[in-house]
């Protein structure tokens, strides 16, 4: 082969790489995208094949790209799969893997001239599937993630439950039964799956995802009430006040009812920081009366409810807060607590919870606390 071909195919086999991983790094954005679903995957998967076809001066028909996608089957029932698996630490590094395995499969696929048989791609498939893994913080991090391949709300004759009802009626050409093409899929995503369910339920990871997780009111109050027993105050309820404040209903040491209002200025929770500021907007009653060891006490108290009521779990203990009371503000650090906790302790994928998300705000509303939140993959 004389040099200068050699040199050109290098070349193209240099930028169909560069192809693969903008498209992988394009699903670690597009899975953990509100609202985006399954369509907008598969937009992505056809415009990184179309590229590379184009790379090679092949130009493919949106149907012959839809075909491949559907001659797949099995391989590609896993990029459809991490879309029904609400969970973030899996979402991401699956969808990278997953989509770098089909574009290194559709870059064979080319340079072997289109062929039909598309089960002699497999091994090429899990490989690269592999290495994405390995690879996915490196490439989630690329900056060429924010720019999509083409329209991602483009609609597409094939619909992603023709890929399903494919599988369920024939099996891959490289699978002997369709049961052991799922199987094989669902083995690999399961560890994931179950692991992140260690730090938080299904339900709250969709919501984080969304931007933000809210626990109602009731939850907390179950908390306080067992919290503040025997400390001298009784609790009464919990709620909303008007601009954004809580209201915090309490009794004790010859004191009548009387509510608290308490604004939160700052929360975060984060792996080189986990702190709360609250600030005493007003109460209903003397200033005087009002028991510096109660401010401590409650805002203490109420942080760690949603801090626990987050991961259901009791994760912070009282004994180890650090609580400052000055000019009607309240600061409540906890960041030695949350570091030495088992959350943090529990690693996927070399990663622990606070290395994937961050809570970076408590927004009172009238339906409960919202915990904002953002992930860092």
């Not at 995208?33 to 179309?50: D, F, H, K, R």
């Not at 290395?355 to 409960?368: H, K, M, N, S, W």
Request: a negative charge; charged letters at 25%.
């Amino acid at each position: 082969m004389p040099l200068a071909e050699n040199e050109t195919l290098v070349d193209i086999e240099r930028e169909a790489e560069k192809i693969c991983l903008w498209g992988a790094a394009r699903a670690g954005v597009i899975v953990v995208a509100p609202l985006v679903g399954t369509m907008a995957l598969m937009a992505n998967e056809v415009y990184m094949i179309m590229r590379l076809g184009e790379l090679r001066g092949v130009k493919l028909e949106e149907s012959t790209v839809l075909g491949l996608l559907y001659s797949l089957g099995g391989s590609f029932v896993g990029q459809t799969l991490v879309t029904l698996i609400p969970l973030a630490p899996v979402q991401v590094p699956v969808g990278i893997a997953v989509t770098y395995g089909v574009g290194k499969v559709a870059n064979a696929w080319l340079r072997a001239g289109q062929p039909e048989d598309i089960a002699q791609f497999k091994e090429i498939f899990e490989a690269a599937r592999d290495e994405g893994m390995a690879r996915f913080r490196e490439i989630a991090g690329l900056e060429c993630k924010d720019e999509p391949l083409g329209d991602e709300g483009r609609k597409f004759s094939l619909e992603p439950e023709a890929i399903f009802k494919n599988i369920r009626e024939k099996a891959d050409a490289a699978a002997d039964k369709v049961e052991g093409t799922i199987s094989e899929a669902m083995a690999w995503l399961r560890p994931l799956q179950e692991k992140s369910l260690r730090w938080l339920s299904a339900q709250k990871w969709e919501e984080l995802g969304r931007g933000g997780l809210t626990l109602p009111y009731e939850e907390i109050a179950s908390y306080l009430e067992s919290a503040l027993k025997g400390s001298g105050f009784d609790f009464r309820s919990i709620g909303y006040h008007e601009d954004g404040a809580i209201a915090l209903e309490l009794s004790g040491e010859n004191l009548d009812s009387f509510t608290l209002y308490s604004l939160t200025d700052e929360f975060i929770v984060r792996k080189d920081k986990a702190y709360a500021r609250l600030r005493l907007a007003d109460f209903t009653v003397d200033r005087e009366k009002l028991p510096g060891k109660l401010v401590h006490l409650v805002g203490s108290k109420l942080i760690l409810s949603v801090v626990n009521r987050i991961f259901d779990e009791t994760v912070l203990e009282n004994e180890a807060l650090v609580c400052t009371y000055a000019g009607g503000v309240l600061e409540i650090s906890f960041t030695e607590l949350m570091l030495a906790s088992k959350f943090t302790k529990t690693m996927i994928m070399g990663k622990n919870i606070l290395d994937a998300v961050e809570f970076v705000a408590l927004i009172p509303t009238p339906r409960g606390l919202v915990i904002k939140s953002r992930f860092d993959l």
